[in-house]
């Protein structure tokens, strides 16, 4: 009971006022920039040919005002969004009108999830197993040579590297295309000949982003396992003749892990922004430059369908992982 | 290397061969070591009966929905482009005005109240309805119906009534004299499309209204789209006799054509190289990547500038006019002065655009209606540089002088009048830093130790050149090398790129500006109204507000006569036409309200793998875009290579 | 200097602190540099390394050679600013929420995570566009700096959690050791590879965010960065016009910088860990 009182009901507590708090920044924040939806659209609409009339700009405006529900002071705004929100309607978004902000974001997410989070987890375990090894076999000659190429790739600009692995097997080599996430004219299906267009068109990106998250997460468990390998206790359990591969198991990952599980939380939760360049590069479908056009075009209800969705996985993700915590070491305890 | 050069001059195909003997400056990456096909890009198309270009416009953002009317609809995924015509359409490269929908000019009464349209017959739309003067009516009166639309308050202001005595014909009658209340009807690169009645009346709500799948009277139909925006397919109608571009020009040869995105240019040059695209946009040195490691591929031009340097607009600088120091026509004279052109020209575009004195593009029949007409005029004209000195501007020798910089770069261009007018213009202005900083003196300004520019207050000069992020836009290439221009000549110049700049421009938040700086013209005809008229004072707001008209907030009394002027010229009188737009012109050149540089520059190639006959600099049947309403009327002269 | 040569018996040292050395030198010759880094066309176009341009001419008609030595110049000051800054506040609120818990840690906690939870990027993109033509290299580095912190802060704390319930820490207490002083000497040597750790990615993360920012367009391209560099090279289009000389140099500079970041770290937290430092001396 202790445990509910003193550490649960705070925490959860804390968790939705970190939320609330997110939300209403990213509600705010655009407002003050000079992105104005309505005068992207009349941009937009302006540059390309004479269908607006110079003479009854004003018009436009109100009736663009109106159309967009951005009448009103900022503070009626706020209050809508959270009746809206609370509906769980987003509403239109303004540059793509009149195109429901949650029908964008269900176009996207599944491109973006599907991409972020078999790579996530991919060079998580990978870069963390193997990381682990080197750090542990730090002396040996592989484990060296491994750390050295991780050391020359993790610079690597992404958009070069990404580019280079394009020209490599998209151009000399021609194995994989050079842009999309299908074929053009494919269409949507849960059949076989869709699904693997699909990972053949995501190899790219997968690779890329596989390669320098691995190298990442494979230098920061092998440093992290290095010292944890120097500690008293791993000697100690050395000395005692424990099975190798039981001292590694039990004690060094063990110990290691921790912040990498904090640092997989938050990897997982930024997933919700996107992949902003690897959509730039392979020309891939996300939620990356739906965000990023949101910004850009001052597209407020599509910036909050996003971040709102992103702010809520981020903080979820950090909650759970509090409370899971004394499962990986038992020696934190919530007194 | 040996070289053909088709390059038309005066007309005339002028082909000779040339022996390239210098080092070609383009340099080329080792050509893929396994020559393999190409992977196939299309799920479900055949290649060779399919056009693949890309959008100008990028990804689309409402792939779903077909309701250009309302707010932006990235209609050049080939909705303006394939499946519909407008009632007329602008033809730059061949300087005509082309009949769509209508058949024939617009006849207004003799005091601009009233006009008539005539109407093609044998029109159908997409699902064989045909289309009729009551389509256009209903159009009309829908436009003024719904306040959603976005052309809703024009027609509502001007359109007292519209009716059609029979099925061909349309009787507008206007609240208020407008000579060219037709050109909303007018396609350059945006126009008042015609909605088919029968589909938009079933609908209660027409703003709302998805209009999925799109129908319109282009020969080319809805296949599909992808839900991410990326591509959209359009399918050769099998009735293409019914749409005026097989009325007119006989039936389109591709059977799809792909209107695809690619977000990064490396891609989009990739996909080219592997033949994948047929047409793309690219930037001056994508263009050059694409011409060095692709045989089959070609420029508008064969040779050297290579570009499209047809389109109808002029680029520049533009001065927010309501703003110290800009306000003062010297200054912005001095900036304009500073500026040493064919330098500017090699930092901006490689020294391919063609130049322009005026504020229009020196292209088409603009050189021969107005700017050879205004030699004389800019030859003798003088800017007081104080102290009683004058200074004549005009250099009849800047296009040579660009000339001279393309062949010390390496690239082969003959030096022949006729080819340096045709491929850099007529003439711009001096290089005269000294003149410049006699201006800025005479109007207090001064320099400090260190040989830079303190405005009249003693407060260094600082210029921050808005533009946008996308480096191949010509605002970014403008600010880019006139802020290096000015740099050198002693102010503290920089280009502010930044992803706000469509509203710090629109709502007058800059001081200098990469925007165009006068409105494009129409393209064909010799009616200045559309460039002039957006000086109008009535247009001007405040800054913080959005403008309506040019974004430097610039205007005048002088020009407000001009513009009043023109709107009771006949648009048909040519000759009235052309003296009042040289007038508007003369006004603007004294003022000089932004910097007309260089005419919009298109690096854009075509890839002949699988089709040929693309309307290249030698055999310009039509514009050479595929982001312009004319694409369709490309259709039917391309020819498939048979691979 | 006994720790000097103590550190440079590990090779990974002695030649990451030559790089290090080197790439200094190299910025600290951009005051000596003849042509001003922000102007166009002062020398000829594209031309290959030679010995009158040691690493070749770009399209812009720049001195590749001259460019990067500004490019290491601020792109360095960048990075070290923002990593600097954001150490220093990860550390003390890490340590802070991580040894006090309670209170001080939900408190900090609820700052750093409602940082962490905005996307990060909009954020900056946003703040980037507020402070317009003003974002130079110190706004940018503490732009950066504002917003690095908060992850680390995250790790450092659950370190220091795990830490405080070790048997020492209880017997530093119980043996009357200030808070100060255990956190120094009994914390501090734990932190330490961490805390490097984290400036190495927070360096790295820095410099790639700059590198992101500048491809995006959103920094000054006259301010010339390895970012601004790359960005021109990839606009550009070097990579396909074969001028390889124009990519691989910032490419190739970002490594070494790299590189030579991460084997001082790693050498020096080994120095600075003494249970490391005997093991490998035992080793050898």
């Known amino acids: ?335 | 290397m040996e070289v053909t050069r088709i390059v038309e001059v005066e007309g005339t195909p002028v082909v000779e061969t040339v022996i390239e003997t210098q080092e070609v400056v383009v340099t080329a990456t080792p050509v893929p070591v396994e020559k393999e096909e190409a992977p196939d890009v299309l799920g479900v198309l055949p290649r060779n009966e399919t056009v693949i270009a890309d959008i100008l416009t990028g990804r689309v953002g409402t792939p779903g929905n077909f309701n250009d009317w309302v707010g932006w609809k990235w209609r050049d995924r080939g909705m303006q482009n394939l499946a519909w015509e407008p009632l007329w359409l602008v033809d730059f490269a061949t300087g005509k005005i082309i009949n769509g929908l209508a058949d024939g000019d617009p006849i207004y009464s003799d005091d601009f109240t009233t006009l008539t349209i005539p109407l093609r017959q044998g029109v159908a739309w997409h699902d064989g309805e045909p289309f009729t003067a009551a389509d256009v009516v209903y159009t009309i009166e829908t436009l003024v119906k719904y306040d959603g639309f976005n052309a809703h308050s024009y027609f509502a202001d001007n359109v007292k009534s519209v009716s059609a005595p029979d099925d061909y014909t349309v009787e507008i009658e206007l609240t208020q004299s407008n000579s060219r209340f037709h050109t909303r009807f007018l396609d350059r690169w945006g126009v008042t499309h015609i909605m088919p009645k029968h589909i938009f009346e079933k609908e209660a709500d027409p703003v709302a209204f998805e209009f999925n799948p799109v129908v319109g009277t282009g020969p080319y139909k809805l296949h599909s789209y992808d839900e991410s925006g990326f591509w959209t397919i359009w399918e050769k109608r099998e009735d293409w006799d019914k749409s005026p571009t097989g009325i007119m020009y006989g039936e389109p040869k591709p059977k799809y054509v792909v209107l695809q995105y690619f977000a990064n240019e490396g891609a989009k040059i990739l996909a080219q190289l592997t033949h994948q695209a047929d047409y793309l946009n690219l930037s001056s040195d994508g263009l050059k990547a694409v011409l060095a490691q692709c045989e089959s591929c070609r420029a508008y031009q064969p040779t050297f500038p290579w570009v499209v340097n047809n389109d109808p607009c002029i680029t520049g600088i533009v001065f927010n006019s309501t703003i110290p120091p800009y306000d003062n026509k010297d200054v912005r004279w001095a900036l304009l002065l500073a500026i040493n052109i064919p330098e500017y020209m090699g930092i901006a575009v490689d020294g391919t655009g063609v130049l322009s004195p005026v504020h229009i593009p020196s292209l088409g029949t603009y050189p021969e209606n107005f700017i050879k007409p205004m030699v004389s005029w800019l030859t003798d004209f003088e800017l007081d540089l104080g102290n009683g000195e004058k200074f004549k501007p005009y250099d009849p020798t800047a296009p040579a002088q660009e000339a001279e910089y393309a062949v010390g770069r390496g690239y082969i261009f003959p030096n022949d009048p006729a080819y340096i007018e045709k491929a850099f213009g007529i003439g711009w202005y001096k290089y005269a830093p000294d003149e410049a900083a006699k201006l800025l003196e005479k109007n207090g300004f001064s320099k400090n130790a260190d040989g830079q520019w303190l405005l009249p207050d003693g407060e260094p000069w600082q210029i921050r050149c808005v533009s946008n992020t996308d480096t191949t836009t010509h605002g970014y290439r403008n600010c880019i090398a006139a802020t290096q221009q000015w740099k050198k000549f002693g102010i503290d110049a920089e280009p502010y790129p930044t992803e706000a700049a469509a509203d710090l421009n629109n709502t007058g938040d800059f001081e200098v500006s990469g925007n165009w700086p006068a409105q494009e013209p129409w393209g064909a005809g010799p009616d200045l109204y559309r460039t002039l008229d957006l000086w109008n004072s009535e247009y001007v707001k405040p800054n913080g507000e959005v403008t309506g008209g040019q974004v430097g907030r610039w205007s005048s009394p002088e020009m407000d006569a001009v513009i009043k002027k023109l709107r009771e010229t006949d648009p048909t009188d040519s000759e009235a036409v052309i003296e009042v737009g040289i007038e508007g012109l003369k006004i603007a050149v004294t003022e000089m309200p932004g910097i007309p540089t260089y005419g919009y520059v298109g690096f854009m190639s075509w890839d002949e793998t699988y089709w040929s006959n693309w309307p290249g600099s030698e055999n310009a049947y039509t514009q050479p875009y595929a982001h312009w309403g004319n694409f369709k009327y490309m259709m039917p002269f391309l020819e498939p290579t048979g691979k | 200097m006994k720790t000097f040569r103590d550190l440079f018996r590990d090779y990974r040292f002695a030649l990451s602190f030559c790089v290090l050395c080197l790439l200094l030198i190299l910025a600290a010759l951009s005051i000596f540099a003849p042509y001003d880094p922000t102007l166009w066309g002062v020398v000829p176009r594209d031309l290959k390394p030679s010995w009158t341009y040691l690493l070749g001419t770009d399209s812009k008609g720049q001195d590749i050679f001259w460019q990067a030595t500004f490019a290491v110049r601020n792109s360095l000051t960048i990075s070290v600013i923002a990593a600097t800054a954001s150490r220093i506040i990860a550390i003390l609120v890490g340590m802070v929420a991580g040894y006090r818990g309670k209170g001080a840690d939900r408190g900090l906690m609820f700052i750093s995570d409602s940082l962490l939870v905005i996307p990060l990027f909009l954020i900056i993109v946003l703040l980037a566009m507020l402070v317009r033509d003003r974002m130079n290299l110190v706004t940018l580095g503490l732009l950066l700096a504002f917003f690095g912190w908060a992850w680390d802060a995250r790790v450092i704390r659950s370190l220091i959690l795990s830490l405080r319930e070790r048997e020492f820490t209880q017997t530093a207490i119980l043996s009357g050791t200030g808070t100060v002083r255990l956190v120094l000497n009994e914390y501090m040597p734990y932190a330490t590879p961490l805390v490097f750790s984290t400036l190495i990615n927070n360096m790295a993360w820095a410099i790639g965010l700059e590198i992101t920012l500048a491809i995006l367009g959103l920094i000054n391209p006259n301010l010339p960065t390895l970012g601004t560099m790359l960005q021109s090279a990839i606009i550009h289009q070097a990579v396909l016009l074969g001028r390889w000389w124009w990519v691989l140099t910032p490419v190739i500079l970002s490594i070494f910088l790299f590189v030579a970041l991460y084997w001082l770290s790693v050498s020096i937290s080994e120095y600075l860990d003494p249970r490391t430092r005997i093991q490998r001396v035992g080793g050898q």
């Open chain 1, 1 to 335: 009971m202790t445990f509910i009182r003193r550490y649960l009901i705070p925490r959860l507590i804390q968790y939705v006022l970190v939320t609330f708090l997110g939300i209403t920044a990213v509600f705010f924040i655009p407002r003050f920039l000079p992105n104005d939806p309505i005068v992207r659209t009349i941009t937009a609409i302006q540059s390309r040919g004479a269908t607006l009339d110079p003479a009854t700009i004003d018009e436009t405006v109100t009736n663009l005002k109106r159309m967009y529900g951005l009448e009103g002071s900022w503070l009626e705004q706020y209050g809508n969004f959270w009746l809206r929100l609370f509906r769980a309607d987003f509403g239109v978004s303004f540059f793509q009108f009149p195109t429901p902000v949650s029908k964008l974001i269900g176009i996207a997410l599944p491109w973006t999830a599907g991409l972020l989070l078999t790579t996530t987890f991919l060079n998580w375990t990978l870069g963390n197993i193997i990381g682990g090894l080197a750090g542990y076999y730090s002396r040996n000659r592989w484990s060296r040579a491994l750390d050295a190429v991780a050391m020359v790739i993790r610079p690597l600009p992404y958009y070069i590297f990404a580019f280079a692995l394009l020209l490599l097997l998209a151009y000399w080599v021609r194995w994989f295309p050079v842009s999309g996430g299908t074929a053009i004219g494919r269409k949507v299906a849960f059949n076989w000949p869709f699904i693997k267009d699909v990972l053949w068109h995501s190899f790219l990106p997968a690779l890329s982003l596989t390669i320098l998250g691995g190298a990442v997460n494979f230098q920061t468990m092998k440093l992290i396992v290095q010292n944890v390998n120097a500690e008293n206790y791993v000697q100690y359990a050395k000395l005692g003749g424990i099975n190798e591969s039981r001292i590694v198991s039990k004690y060094v990952i063990r110990n290691a892990i921790l912040p990498q599980i904090t640092n997989l939380a938050l990897a997982l939760g930024q997933i919700f922004s996107g992949a902003l360049i690897t959509e730039i590069v392979f020309s891939y479908p996300g939620l990356g430059t739906l965000l990023y056009n949101a910004i850009v075009t001052g597209d407020y209800n599509l910036i909050m369908g996003i971040t709102t969705i992103s702010i809520v996985a981020i903080t979820t993700a950090i909650l759970v992982v509090d409370l899971l915590y004394p499962f990986w070491d038992p020696r934190i305890r919530y007194m």
